[in-house]
């Protein structure tokens, strides 16, 4: 496992947070462990993206309208759209990217764009 950006406030790892990147042929996967009542904070990126939900139960909130998934789930998350996750269970979840960089501490700060006013 390793440590994700450290200027990047939105992915900061914890006792109710756990990351890991995989990055294979141009195509990055985060898989991030959730404790129950844990969250992601409010963050968007320029470009559309997949996230799946290997386990567990969220609640997602894409600008303000929230929406419930249980595993196994795939979500689409629009461009420029301002989105958060919380665990209302333990879950396994997975945001997908289409990128060419594999260095996890350069990861965040080129696909994130922190949102000054979270959801």
Known sequence: MFPTAKKNRVFE???ELQI???FIGGVYAKRMI???GSSINS???NFDHMSI???GVVMVTVDKQIKSYAAPALIQIKAEK???IAAITECHW????ATDIVDPEL???SLVVEEENAI
């Open 82 to 84: 301002a989105h958060k």
């Open 107 to 109: 990861i965040d700060e």
């Open 20 to 22: 890991e990147h995989h």
């Open 43 to 45: 963050h968007k990126h």
């Open 13 to 15: 790892e914890s006792e």
């Open 94 to 97: 997975y945001c997908i990217h």
């Open 53 to 55: 939900l290997a386990s």
């Open 34 to 36: 959730l404790k129950a």
